[in-house]
């Protein structure tokens, strides 16, 4: 699975330079030029990291930012012209993870998502979640130390799930996600994934929202039926 982030710039030359050499260094990047197209794509997909201008068509970054952490705890750069020091106590008030000046020199700004992606754990070579581990560059799991056979796409959202412990992800984002967005499918596929998954695990450890989606859990779950579980 690659690593996602989301480039929010209205500077049409700068947008364009920073997706490319984001995307050479093997990252997947969506790349918009206004607050609001900004908005909708964060609740519509799951991010790995957040680089956000402050002066924006639309929302402006602050605002994006705000509203970007009543959902959840995803890395956030704020790359803006805004040197002052106003600004950059404002963006981390209000919990953003750095905040990078323009004129930036792309290796330092390479390094800094680096920097971020690393500290988050989306750069990891081992993801750990209470008993279970699991190894992306491999694509091994195991549970107490017990290997788990798994599909690739049961691993893909095995490891969707454990980047994102303990947050619900719906359906819509799981397909788009593993299988992609121009997959004709629909949750009864998550849903027999998700089945043939905790077939697998030793123990419950994926939590059904319903009529929502899925999470993990570090604890196992309360036992369900089967039928009540999809």
Known sequence: MSIRILLVEDDEHIRNTVKTFLSDAGYTVDACRDGNEAQMKFYDNIYHLAIL???????????????????????????????????????????????????????????????????????????????LSLWPDEFKASYGGAPIALTLKEFEILLLLAQNKNRTLTHEVILSRVWGYDFGGD???????????????????????????????????????EGAQG
């Open 187 to 225: 949750g009864a596929t998550v849903h027999t994934h998700i089945k043939n998954l905790r077939a697998k695990l030793p123990a419950n450890i994926i939590r059904t929202v319903r009529g929502v989606g899925y999470r993990l859990e570090d604890e196992p779950g309360r036992p369900n039926r």
């Open 53 to 131: 201008d402050i002066m924006l068509p639309g929302m402006n970054g602050h605002e994006l930012l705000r509203e970007f952490r009543k959902l959840n705890d995803t890395p956030i750069m704020m790359m803006t012209a805004l040197s002052d020091d106003e600004n950059q106590i404002r963006a981390f008030d209000a919990e953003a993870d750095d905040y990078v000046t323009k004129p930036f020199r792309i290796p330092l700004l390479l390094k800094r998502v680096e920097a971020l992606l690393r500290r988050s754990g989306a750069l990891a070579h081992e993801i750990n979640s209470g008993r």
